[in-house]
Structure formats: C-alpha cells, structure tokens
C-alpha cells in the first residue's frame, strides 16, 4: 500500500530538487553530469505529463510514507525507466500501443 504525497510535499520536493530530475540510477540511460544526476529541467505546469519537461514525484521507499524526505522527482524519461525496471521481476504488462492497434483495427 502506498501512501500518496499531498499536494505540499510535492511542491516542496519540487522545490527542493531546483526544478531538475534527481534520477541518479546509474543504469538508467539519461544523460546524466559529473555526479551520475539526469538533472533534466522539469516544468511545474508539466506534472505528470510525458513531455520532455514533464516529471513525476515517486517514491524513493515504495512502500514508505508519503513525507518529503521520501520523495523524489524524476523527468518523465527516467519515471518510464524506473516503472520498467521496478516490474522486472513481475509479469510483463503488455504496453499499449496505439498505433499499432490502430492500424491492425482499419485492417
Ligand atoms: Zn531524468
Ligand atoms: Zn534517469
């Protein structure tokens, strides 16, 4: 069960990250500075959208509480990398794609 940031705590971590991603998984494939940070610039206005200036606030301990010290924001990029390989060990979710689908249902 996790246990969901208020509106406050996001906008402190926000804040707190000087607006850029705090991703430092260092098998992650973002582009990332001396200290191994993606430090994408992420937009306020861009809050959970797949923009490249979009970013998630997540939870650094899944199962943790929803307080500052356990949240972290990530551009879109590396949510969608540490989505994937948080599942690694689960069943695969088979990924939409609307394309694809779209061109097998005009078929
Ligand atoms: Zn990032
Ligand atoms: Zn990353």
Same mark, same amino acid.
């Given at each position: 069960?996790? /246990?969901?940031?208020? +509106?406050?705590?996001? %906008?402190?971590?926000?804040? @707190?990250?000087? /607006? ?6 260092? *098998?992650?494939? /973002? %582009?990332? *500075?001396?200290? !191994?940070?993606? %430090?994408?610039? @992420? $937009?306020?206005?861009?809050? *959970?959208?797949?923009?490249?200036? !979009?970013?998630?606030?997540? +939870? ?13 924001? @990530? ?21 939409? $794609?609307?394309? @694809? ?7």
């Amino acid at each position: 069960m996790q /246990h969901e940031f208020s +509106h406050t705590v996001i %906008r402190a971590a926000y804040d @707190l990250s000087q /607006h850029r991603c705090q991703c430092s998984d260092p *098998d992650c494939p /973002h %582009r990332s *500075d001396d200290e !191994g940070r993606c %430090r994408q610039i @992420l $937009r306020w206005p861009a809050q *959970d959208e797949p923009a490249r200036d !979009g970013w998630r606030a997540v +939870h650094i301990e899944p199962t943790g509480p929803g307080i500052i010290g356990n949240c972290q924001v @990530l551009c879109s990029r590396c949510f969608e990398y540490a989505v994937a390989a948080s599942r690694s060990t689960e069943p695969v979710v088979e990924r939409r $794609r609307p394309a @694809l689908a779209a061109a097998t249902a005009g078929n």
